[in-house]
């Protein structure tokens, strides 16, 4: 009930301020997982206050024997929370620590695949450190080899890093796996695709189709792209400027 979030907020909000040890550190988890599922343009969706939440509650579980599979949960979250902030070169010692904690226990194959190609990798290509991040998604995919999403995931760094035959390779890797190309990521792949060559035209009608498929996809910025490559600049700007107003009112597989 949207009427009561504010309330249920605010109750285990004084229920943390009252609470101490590992149990406080369980409500704060908590409390942020409930932060996180919020619209962004809601009031209480604060990612320094999520981002705090797991600072204050990793102590508790690293001081635990019984919680270490946590820890290494809560650092990628905290990882996670800082590239939404933009704070990508911070969010690499956490989730580097995640990374190694999973690759210590042998036993959490799917986890750490998941950070290496969904957390990992993208913080490295926002700091354009695109070699590492091909080199992530990678390895994610010697785990998991028979995931379509991780094909998808790598295929956007292979793009940023102009590999484009190996970007084709992986998109065409990840339909055959699908076994469709009903998947909105495929063609959001093959449009970032098609900008990279050049290609106006399939850029926006690749978009089309992904808005199609899931009109929830901001790809007003991609749209922009291929009207600037059309010469049709009139339009660029307005998506620009629509990208611009989404960004201030505040894709990975």
Same mark, same amino acid.
């Given at each position: ?109 799917? =986890?750490? /695949?998941?950070? #290496? ?5 993208? +913080?490295?290509?926002?700091?354009? @450190?695109?070699?590492? $991040? &091909? ?36 998109? =065409?890797? /990840?339909?055959? #796996? ?5 998947? +909105?990521?495929?063609?959001?792949? @093959?449009?970032?695709? $098609? &900008? ?58």
């Amino acid at each position: 009930n949207e009427e009561q979030m504010p309330l249920a907020i605010n109750a285990m909000q004084a229920l943390v301020d009252q609470s101490n040890g590992i149990f406080q550190a369980a409500l704060l988890r908590d409390l942020a997982s409930i932060l996180r599922s919020l619209p962004k343009d809601d009031v209480h969706y604060d990612l320094k206050r999520i981002e705090k939440c797991y600072r204050d509650a990793l102590p508790a579980y690293e001081a635990s024997e019984d919680y270490q599979w946590d820890v290494f949960y809560i650092q990628r979250d905290l990882g996670d929370i800082l590239s939404k902030q933009g704070c990508y070169a911070d969010a690499l010692d956490p989730l580097e620590a995640a990374i190694e904690g999973f690759k210590g226990t042998g036993q959490h194959q799917s =986890d750490l /695949s998941w950070t #290496l190609s969904v957390y990992y990798a993208h +913080a490295l290509q926002n700091l354009w @450190r695109l070699d590492d $991040a &091909i080199k992530a998604c990678s390895e994610a995919l010697d785990l998991l080899p028979d995931q379509a999403p991780l094909y998808r995931n790598r295929c956007e760094a292979y793009i940023m890093a102009r590999q484009l035959a190996n970007a084709q390779a992986d998109i =065409d890797k /990840s339909i055959e #796996l699908d076994g469709h190309e009903e998947s +909105a990521y495929v063609w959001y792949r @093959r449009a970032q695709l $098609a &900008i990279a060559q050049g290609d106006g035209d399939s850029a926006n009608n690749h978009l089309d189709v992904v808005l199609a498929k899931n009109p929830s996809f901001d790809v007003d910025v991609e749209h922009a792209q291929g009207h600037w490559l059309n010469g049709s600049v009139t339009e660029a700007l307005q998506y620009l400027q629509k990208a611009l107003e989404q960004s201030t009112s505040g894709h990975l597989d």
